[in-house]
Nanobody, 124 residues
Framework: QVQLVESGGGLVQAGGSLRLSCVAS????????MAWFRQAPGKEREFVVA????????TTADSVKGRFTISRENRKNTVYLQMSSLKREDTAVYYC?????????????????WGQGTQVTVSS
């Protein structure tokens, strides 16, 4: 069982930056593919970024490519989402997710473990 706790959300002006963190419980963090998804009001949850257990592979949704970066520190059981050049359309609840496998990394149903989410609001 893995428990995930996100932090770092808040209100930021368009063009600004924010870093989200997700801390995982357990001793096998380095074996998990980690991802960030987001869900805006009235919309489906969408994939943002993912990183493999070793950190050697990452993939990013086109909508945030060049602006968002995922990283991880396995010794701290933590994954980060660095967001820059934020836009109003980035406003959403951001969720951290974990799973044992890399395949289907952009499919939310693939992930077994989820955090409670953290709100990111971008104002104009």
């Amino acid at each position: 069982q893995v428990q995930l706790v996100e932090s770092g959300g808040g209100l930021v002006q368009a063009g600004g930056s924010l870093r989200l963190s997700c801390v995982a419980s357990g001793r096998t963090f380095s074996t998990y593919t980690m991802a960030w998804f987001r869900q805006a009001p009235g919309k489906e949850r969408e994939f943002v970024v993912a990183i493999s257990g070793s950190g050697g592979r990452t993939t990013t949704a086109d909508s945030v490519k060049g602006r968002f970066t995922i990283s991880r520190e396995n010794r701290k059981n933590t994954v980060y989402l660095q967001m820059s050049s934020l836009k109003r359309e980035d406003t959403a609840v951001y969720y951290c997710a974990a799973d044992n496998y890399w395949s289907n990394y952009d499919v939310s149903s693939h992930y077994d473990y989820w955090g409670q989410g953290t709100q990111v609001t971008v104002s104009s």
